[in-house]
């Protein structure tokens, strides 16, 4: 006797008949769910449900609040899955094995874990002790014949939807079906043998058809009714054509259909006489389809696109004025990642023997975590500082005149002075008071912004070639040590252009870079100076060169830009630019590997440049492609409907030259047949005159005939009377 153990791997046509099942049943009667699965229990049935095929259970990844969730209530209700798991959002199972996955990840990460010696992976021959909680195994091509048994039983189940009573009806019924032939079979074998046996016709109950339940007929009356029952109409006694449509109608829907079909015959028949005015009406109709719709009136718009650009422009210049102000760019602090370090935690707590052995003990690091939810650090904000040191009563002026003690002795001063004067006075007492507590802070924020950016080593403002953010290169050169006035501008230069270089890159450690600098902070009238000279000295410059002519207004204009090309590109092709460390070095005295570093930046500037004009291209097409579509469907719309038309107008053409075809062969054949339609008629006239003329001969002789047959039937009977007479 084979014995069956339920249970074991799921099955993916077991997971569909238990979702049938329960979509018929419902989630209240497992065993009757369990009975269309014969390997399967209620339990085991209800379990795989519960945890892995009810719809509301989520199979997503886990996300970075459910981890912090699940470690904080793992710590806190240590083995209570069931009471973490509809916290979390997730099965218990689900919970247990996502918290072991992350305390093996701490684990690996310390590299004290080896996953082959875990005691929770199956060895060969053992048995999934939750096979509930997995994935189902695919079907196997050739199922087994206990297997689609189950199948079709569960198939005939879920297919029968009027329950017991019909099931007990159709076995009822083919019952019947069998004792009928065995009682056909018994007729047969005794009408051979010999033996008639007249089958008994069961009356079961009155046929409505032919007879009238509980009749009584009518008493006699004292008159004679035969005659009017003569006059009645005669009906089907037997109900032979009662039905719904004689006794309720026809059904609306297919009168409908029926009217259809006949405005359809008589359309086509209509198209067939008269084909003109079957087209005209069908243009007419497109012509109507064909009316394009108003376009939309709406009010102009009240801010125009040259103010909407002048908008824009002055924003990116308050931006731009904002970052030259702020030197050093604020970085966001380093977060580590709690959920690890957490998980750390729990794992070196769970592998922590009793202090009693002696040993070390682990070490546990702090974290952030909260009750399930993260509150990381705000950003610092180096405006924090500043706010704190203008808040009053703090430090400063404020704060010591509010430390002086109350006067003691109170005086007043009145004076005559009329009302118009008071509001004067009024308006100039407000006027300077706003405007000195403007000044006065103003100044106050100036020169603590300027205390700042001296302590920290930058510029009180910043250098032209930063505020218009053009590329800087870095020099590494050693500054030179004459004391000769271009020995000094030369140091200066460098020091600007290495300063430039070092706030556009914002690299690590640049603030003391920038303070070993040890820059020279000039005012701005000293700038404002310096920048006239450069000016006067450029316009020596430009007077002297070939490239520059000056204008009418009086200022110099380049004259021969593709000169000055040439030159600059024949200079360029002298040098070549070194990325490590950012120089450029003339050709013939670099080596093999600066210029194979100097092509690799090349390339890779050059790879950039067309990655970025590959992306703007592919935007400009998705924009163009935004702007066009309606006018591509409009498009596609006209060229279907001019297909049409001129499909239409070929198919027109061909019947109107094959009816004149027929026009031409016609009128040839109209003259002809109408000829000899004249012939025949004229034969036929003579022929009627000959007809007629021999009618009224046969008449005449006929009626000369029928005389003499008269008068000797006179004869005859003057003969009989005489012959009687004379006996």
Known sequence: MRIFRKGGTWKNHEDEILKVAV???GKNSWPRVASLLPKKTASQAKERWNSWLDPSIKKTEWTKEEEEKLLHLAKRLPCQWRTIAPIVGRTPYQCLEHYDKLLDQAQEKEGDYDPTTDPRKLRPGEVDPNPEQRAPMPDAQDMSDDEREMLNEARARVANTKGKKAKRKARSKQLEEARRLAAVQKRRELKAAGIEVKPKTKRRGINFATEIPFYKAPAQGFFDTSEELKLMPQDDSNFRNLDVRNAEGGLRAKAEQEARKQDKKKAQKKRQEDLPAHFEALNAKQEADMIPKKPLSMSAPQVTERELFALKKMRAEQLREAQSESAATIRTPLVEDHIKLEAENQAKM????TPLLGGETPSIRQTQMTSGSDAPPATPSHYTKMIQEFQPGTTGLSGSLDSLPAPKGKFSVALQVTDKEKEAIKDTDKELVTNLKTDHIDQQDATEVRK????????????????????CPFISAKPLKGDSPAD??????QQLITYDGLIQRNKKNFRKKVLALDMTDYMPSELKAAKKLVEEELSDIKSKSKYYEMSEDGDYQLSNESELANEIESVNQDYVFVPNPPRFINKNQCSVADKLSALKYEFDVTRSHTAKAADSASKLETKV??????YRKRFETLSGNVTKKWEELFELTTKLKSYENVWAVEEVAIRERTRVSVERSEALKQRHNTLQARYADSVETLRTINEKIKRGREESDLNESHIKRKQ
């Open 23 to 25: 979509m018929k049943y």
């Open 452 to 471: 700042k950016k001296k302590s920290a080593g930058f510029l009180s403002t910043p250098t032209s070639a930063s505020s218009r953010s053009l590329p």
């Open 625 to 630: 492609d935004v702007l066009t579509a309606g």
């Open 488 to 493: 000094l501008i030369e140091n200066e230069l």
């Open 350 to 353: 769970r592998d922590l023997n």
